[in-house]
């Protein structure tokens, strides 16, 4: 490999579609807008006739049959590549580390990466605020394009597959840990968002703009409602958002030769992608990510740096939860000066499903040309915190080549660890580990999760039966490490605890 066949990206642009607007664009057109001004970014007029490779990221809110078939002739462009991906928030800076490998490896000269979602649009249309104007639904031939792999039947019949449940048990996995009690977890992450609400306050492509302070964020009222404890909605991300981004990466070589100025270029300096134990139940550990801890080292080693040689971070922020498991696993402690986001986070800036990553890439691209003295780490989750992407950007290239059979190495002795199937009919004493308390709209416990492992240390789930003023009260206690008797309930095909007070 020649040391100037290392990727760069040559053009980069997202956009915000105005909420008020009368006439939406549908996704595609959305992506189509988007990578139009990325090509435009490039400084080159003709650069459509060199994209070789088209790679969008799953989008949720509308479906075509042939969506990067259509975007390469809305582009006028003729790829001999293209890709529709599976879902996960980690996609888009997964597609960056593969198009990196690809481009290394000679296999495509230009590859562009798109993404967009017009949720918000289709929730008005669903209110009748709108009527959209948009072509008709088609499913899409291709057959990885969404591909989504489930949790286990035990686990769905908890509702674990509902993001907000999961990393909510996480949340409270980490406050045990912690130390903290309840209250003082609750302003730590109040306090957490706040900084992540102000930096979307002052970015233009942001969804909501106006910061909100600690207080305000761990507050329920009627419009920052209880999700799940000890969520408020206002900690939760926001995925009705039309939002689109695009990325154009090439070779150095490349672009050299088609005369793109050095000052666009922006270097993946280092990417690595790792997935932890698939099921939650099955995890040693419901408070670290294994894959944070060896994606991100191994990114580091690629680019020749130390974690302290970064200067701003993009740490996912589906919840509070997910960017303390990754502040834990890349050893940043609390008092660090270098903020953890640059675009505002997926509650503030906003969450377009699979495609938020990319939108911190484009803004990292932006502030590295401003600065080329510049490193920024974005790391990108998928599922619960299932899949972790790790990228470092910089104006200098990689110092190794990019490689898989390390990568390949790590993963195996992450899923050496998977622990035994869970007990799916649990009769006996069960310790708590994590819990949730579900509200319903109306701001009213309705229900509750728990996980924890039976006096043989094997793990279960179970359901708590208690009234919703009964729930309140467990509401303001802390239990995990308490011991509590649990039974099947054939009726309901699940576990149960039951609280006498």
Known sequence: MSLQNWPVIIGAAQLTQPKDTNSPLDP???????????????GIKNVNEYVESVYIVHFRTWSYEDAPGELSEMLG?????????????????????QAAMYITEGNSKMILIAGGEAWYS???????E????????????????????????????????????????????LRAASGRSLEEHQQ?????????????????????????????????????????????????????????????????????????????????MGGADLQNVFNITQ??????????????????????????????????????SMVQIILNELEINEQDPRPLTITGGLPFFGGPWNNYSLHPVITAVDLIRKDPSLKIMVIANGGYNTK????????????KAWATREILEFQEEILKEELPKPVEKANGILTIEAYTIIYGRNGEPNSGIVIGHLENGARTLALIRKNGKGLEKLSQQELVG????????????????EFEN
């Not at 595609?28 to 490039?42: E, H, R, Y």
């Not at 289709?122 to 009748?128: D, L, M, Q």
């Not at 419009?223 to 990325?247: E, V, W």
């Open 130 to 173: 709108i009527i959209l104007k948009w072509p008709r639904r088609q499913e899409s031939k291709y057959e990885e394009g969404g591909f989504w792999k489930e949790l286990n039947e035990f686990e769905n019949n908890y509702r674990l597959f509902i993001p907000s449940i999961s990393y909510a048990i996480f949340e409270t996995a």
């Open 283 to 320: 995890r040693p550990n419901l408070t670290n990510s294994p894959a944070v801890k060896h994606a991100s080292r191994l990114t580091l080693s690629q680019a020749g740096l130390q974690i302290e040689d970064i200067d701003l971070f993009d740490l996912y922020s589906c919840f509070p």
């Open 188 to 268: 730590h992450i109040g306090r957490l968002f706040e900084q992540f609400s102000n930096i979307a306050a002052n970015n233009p492509y942001s969804w909501l703009r106006e910061p909100l302070s600690a207080q305000e964020m761990i507050t329920p009222t009627s419009k920052n409602r209880n999700i799940n404890h000890p969520y408020t909605k206002l900690m939760c991300s926001n995925p009705f958002t039309d939002q689109a981004g695009a990325i154009l990466l090439t070779t150095q070589d490349y672009a050299k030769e088609l005369n793109i100025k050095p000052e666009k270029w922006v270097y993946p």
């Open 28 to 42: 595609l057109k959305l992506i189509a807008k988007v990578s139009k001004l990325a090509m435009k970014d490039t």
């Open 388 to 399: 972790q992407s790790v990228g470092v950007y910089g104006k200098e290239p990689p110092k």
């Open 122 to 128: 289709t929730s008005r249309a669903r209110k009748n």
């Open 77 to 97: 462009i003729k790829p001999s590549n293209k890709l529709l991906s599976s879902a996960g928030g980690n996609t888009s800076q997964r597609l960056i580390n």
């Open 482 to 497: 308490r011991k509590f008797k649990v039974f099947y309930d054939i009726k309901t095909n699940r576990n149960i605890i």
